[in-house]
């Protein structure tokens, strides 16, 4: 069982930075895939970056490549989302996931468990 808790979410201008973190509960936590997706009204949930459980392959989506970057850090069983160049685009309820299968998700299916989520919200 992982319990996720995220947080850093804010109202920021165009262009702004945020750093999204999200801690996990539980003494597996190194073994799990790490996910960050978002869900803007009226849209579907989306993926955004994942990361392996040994930090060493990251995936991002092309929409935010270049811009977001995901890492985890184990020893203080937390993942975090860097996010530079915002746009209004990107405004959306970002949530933080865990998967326990082999491999790594791109789809929220994939996921097992899933914090509450935090806003972020861009305005130009």
């Known amino acids: 069982q992982v319990q996720l808790v995220e947080s850093g979410g804010r109202l920021v201008q165009v262009g702004g930075s945020l750093r999204l973190s999200c801690a996990a509960s539980?003494?597996?936590?190194?073994?799990?895939?790490m996910g960050w997706f978002r869900q803007a009204p009226g849209k579907e949930r989306e993926f955004v970056a994942a990361?392996?459980?040994?930090?060493?392959?990251?995936y991002h989506a092309d929409s935010v490549k270049g811009r977001f970057t995901i890492s985890r850090v184990y020893a203080k069983n937390s993942v975090f989302l860097q996010m530079n160049s915002l746009e209004p685009e990107d405004t959306a309820v970002y949530y933080c996931?865990?998967?326990?299968?082999?491999?790594?998700?791109?789809?929220?299916?994939?996921?097992?468990?899933w914090g509450q989520g935090t806003q972020v919200t861009v305005s130009s």
């Open positions: 996931a865990a998967r326990s299968s082999v491999g790594v998700g791109l789809t929220a299916n994939e996921y097992d468990y």
């Open positions: 990361i392996n459980w040994t930090g060493g392959s990251t």
């Open positions: 539980g003494r597996t936590f190194s073994r799990y895939t």
